[in-house]
Every structure is written in structure tokens, then in C-alpha cells.
Nanobody, 122 residues
Framework: QVHLMESGGGSVQAGGSLRLSCAAS???????LGWYRQAPGKQRELVAKITTISTANRIYGDAVQGRFIISINNAKNTVYLQMNNLKPDDTAVYYCAANRRYSTWTGEPDVWGQGTQVTVAS
């Protein structure tokens, strides 16, 4: 069993910043940790993902490239998402997600968090 605990969502004005955190516990290590988001009426999309064993591997969704930064503290099994220059289109529920140890890190996650709301006002 893997459990993901998210924190850090909230409301912010456009142009502002927020940082999300996600702590993983249970059956570790994982292959990758990351964030997806889903806005009302839209499909869930990748925000960013990072491998935990070799942290040199990261991918970002096109909509956030250059504005969001994903990082990881392996000692704490915690992944962070620094979101800068936020836009109203970034408003969504953000989900922490994990790929288990032998799961392809770029594939569909195996484990999902509960989600945290991010609202960006114009």
C-alpha cells in the first residue's frame, strides 16, 4: 500500500505563487511522483512528474513549462510543486500521483492522492 498526503492548495491572485507538497508513505521506494490536475469540464492532465530513484528525470505539461518547478526530498519521501506566475487557467484540483517501483515512470500512475484545490483569481 502507498499513501499520498497532499498539502498547500489555496487561492491566489493571477501572477502569484503557491507551493504544493505531497508526502508518500507505505510501500517505498516508488519509481516516480508527480502532479496532475483537472479543471471543471476538462480531462485530467499531467502537470509535472519526477523520478525518485534518479531525480534527473522530469517532465512537465506544456501549459506549465517554464512556470512550474517540481522537486523532491528523497529523505522525506516528499515531492514539491512550486507554481509561479499563476494564471486563471491554472485553476483546478491538483492530484498527487505515484508510479510504483517497477511501473513505467512516464505511464499512467498507480496511486492517487485525494486532490487539493488551487484557485487563481484574475
Amino acid at each position: 500500500q502507498v499513501h499520498l498526503m497532499e498539502s498547500g492548495g489555496g487561492s491566489v491572485q493571477a501572477g502569484g505563487s503557491l507551493r504544493l507538497s505531497c508526502a508518500a508513505s507505505g510501500r517505498l521506494p516508488l519509481n516516480a511522483l508527480g502532479w496532475y490536475r483537472q479543471a471543471p469540464g476538462k480531462q485530467r492532465e499531467l502537470v509535472a512528474k519526477i523520478t525518485t530513484i534518479s531525480t534527473a528525470n522530469r517532465i512537465y505539461g506544456d501549459a506549465v513549462q517554464g512556470r512550474f518547478i517540481i522537486s523532491i526530498n528523497n529523505a522525506k519521501n516528499t515531492v514539491y510543486l512550486q507554481m509561479n506566475n499563476l494564471k486563471p487557467d491554472d485553476t483546478a484540483v491538483y492530484y498527487c500521483a505515484a508510479n510504483r517501483r517497477y511501473s513505467t515512470w512516464t505511464g499512467e500512475p498507480d496511486v492517487w492522492g485525494q486532490g487539493t484545490q488551487v484557485t487563481v483569481a484574475s
